[in-house]
């Protein structure tokens, strides 16, 4: 069965993918959501919303995908099982297919403790993999997780996230194999900035056959400054950020830092396309949407399938 | 066993504020094994509060007594004879011990002289760590002993999430992943293809999620 994604048209047709995301504004005003679209216009298969990320509240993950649907993009969008229960996520996921919205990206969330509200309660009646599963069986059983019976089941196609990078490392092919058995049909990477343990955790997931059950597209950061990547480094729980690439950025004279970001970040799309069973890239250019396209376009994967 | 936290000695005083005549209440039990409300701590708290009334000049009599389980009607009962020489009862047992006196007591003010934290055991001399969250169907026999309800962070039951480094969950360097340690124990125990089930959504209804939940022992009625 293939849905109505165009990013799932895309993998199917064989070619490179390429996805990048935006985040939603913390506010009621869709500008900001509008700008951030208008650079990526044209240069993506389909474009991540994502859902309250690093638990900080912003506009919901289901509004911002519709105004991006709105300007011709196919939203991908991403929901985590921190702030709904079961009830919720159901219900979200109808009206999500009821208004085009046709890729579902399934996590668990970061805790609330990262987030502007941490003395929130949190939900987490299910987890992703169980999401993962709740969406299959909605629209492929045409059945709630009650058992009951829908009418006009979601048209969805599925995808997860998986951190090659997080401990312990030897089962994180294992985890993307549960992910695949579930139903999940495309992953999206944590950022790769460790490319050789990256091909590690790909030879694992080849070797389970994983890659020929669902697509996998390689998570792509651009460093804006030496700042940041020893932020990541430092702050950011499963992330890996070898030590070479903030001494080479250390190393840049001051002016050129962000364009050398730009090359570290071309140098390993470069490398993860040659990796086999890689089916595209997602980029995560934080706060940098501007800069995609010129990426894209260096990368030499521009223009995108029709 | 229950483990509890003192409260800060300022939020207990603000509670005494009004009061001269004081029942300090402790228990035998969970709170006496973790050092917040046993004999001991009723003695420290009572010496606390005249040292701090002395110096305030504002007078106060205070009657230390510990039983032997506060959160048992029988026990409760047995202060009856000199509650009603006091006007507030303080009560160092855990959230159902100050529940238990409560009710006994209709009439009297009982309030909290701790926070009760959590079900959990002793890793260590000092140390507790939370262990289960009752949620009335237990899958430890699934996780080999490790209780991923509670002691994940995002109760995960198909885990480790993208945050799990060096043995740590990601919400802090000092608590565990229920997972790593799943994960290890799988492995120690040559039970690897344990993992690779997909547990399905877990039925809450047993849990504090499907109401408060009573439990009615017919055979033991009298
Ligand atoms: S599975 Fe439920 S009953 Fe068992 S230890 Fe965990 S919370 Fe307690
Ligand atoms: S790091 Fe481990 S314990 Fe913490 S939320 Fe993730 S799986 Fe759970």
Redesign the interface.
């Known amino acids: 069965m293939t849905t109505e994604s165009n990013l799932e048209k895309v993998l199917k047709s064989g070619s490179f993918a390429v996805t990048s995301e935006c985040g939603p504004p913390r506010g009621a005003d869709t500008e900001a959501i509008r700008k951030k679209g208008a650079f990526l216009k044209g240069y993506v298969d389909g474009v991540n919303v994502t859902d309250n990320q690093t638990s900080v509240v912003r506009m919901s993950s289901f509004s911002a995908s519709l105004v991006l649907k709105e300007m011709g993009f196919d939203p991908v969008m991403q929901m985590v099982?921190?702030d709904r229960n079961?009830i919720a996520i159901q219900s979200d996921i109808l009206g999500a297919a009821a208004l085009g919205i046709h890729n579902l990206l399934c996590l668990?969330?970061?805790?609330q403790?990262f987030g502007d509200h941490p003395s929130a309660k949190?939900v987490?009646?299910?987890?992703?993999?169980?999401l993962i599963?709740?969406v299959k069986r909605m629209r492929d059983d045409g059945k709630f997780?009650s058992g009951e019976q829908i009418k006009g089941r979601p048209d969805i196609f599925i995808g997860c996230?998986?951190?090659p990078f997080?401990?312990?490392f030897d089962?994180r092919a294992?985890?993307l194999?549960?992910k695949a058995?579930?139903g999940a049909q495309f992953v999206q990477t944590?950022c790769v900035f460790n490319v050789e343990k990256f091909s590690k955790w790909m030879e694992m997931v080849r070797d389970l056959g994983i890659h020929e059950k669902m697509y996998i597209l390689a998570g792509i950061t651009p460093f804006k400054s030496v700042g940041m990547a020893r932020y990541m480094k430092t702050s950011v729980?499963?992330m890996d950020v070898p030590e070479g690439l903030i001494k080479r950025l250390n190393d840049t004279p001051k002016d050129e830092v962000a364009d050398e970001g730009i090359k570290i970040c071309l140098e390993i799309i470069e490398q993860v396309r040659t990796i086999k069973g890689i089916a595209g890239i997602h980029i995560m250019a934080i706060e940098w949407e501007h800069k995609v396209p010129e990426i894209i376009e260096a990368a030499g994967l521009y223009p995108r399938p029709s | 066993m229950i483990v509890a936290n003192r409260k800060p000695f300022e939020e207990i005083m603000e509670m005494l504020k009004p009061y001269k005549k004081i029942l300090l209440l402790g228990c035998n039990e969970c709170v006496t094994v973790c050092s917040v409300g046993g004999a001991k701590e009723v003695a420290v708290l009572a010496s606390e509060i005249r040292l701090s009334r002395l110096k305030n000049i504002i007078p106060v009599e205070i009657k230390e007594h510990t039983l032997e389980r506060q959160c048992d009607p029988e026990y409760a009962l047995s202060i009856s004879s000199f509650v009603n020489d006091y006007e507030i009862i303080i009560s160092m047992a855990c959230g159902c011990g100050v529940q238990t006196i409560a009710e006994t007591y209709r009439e009297k003010y009982v309030v909290p002289a701790v926070n009760t934290t959590f079900m959990g055991s002793s890793e260590e001399h000092g140390v507790w760590r939370e262990k289960c969250q009752g949620c009335g169907n237990c899958i430890l026999d699934k996780t080999l002993g490790i209780c991923p309800v509670t002691r994940c962070a995002k109760s995960i039951l198909n885990g480790p999430c993208g945050g799990s480094q060096g043995g740590s969950c990601e919400i802090n360097k000092d608590t565990p992943c229920a997972w790593q340690l799943i994960i290890d124990r799988l492995k120690q125990m040559n039970m690897m293809e344990k993992y690779l089930e997909i547990q399905p959504v877990k039925d809450w209804s047993t849990s504090r999620d499907g109401g408060p939940r009573t439990r009615i022992r017919e055979d033991l009625r009298i």
Do not use: M, W, Y
């Open positions: 099982c921190r079961r668990s969330g970061d805790h403790s949190n987490f009646d299910i987890d992703s993999i169980q599963q709740t997780l996230v998986e951190n997080a401990d312990p089962i294992l985890r194999a549960k058995a579930a944590q729980p499963g």
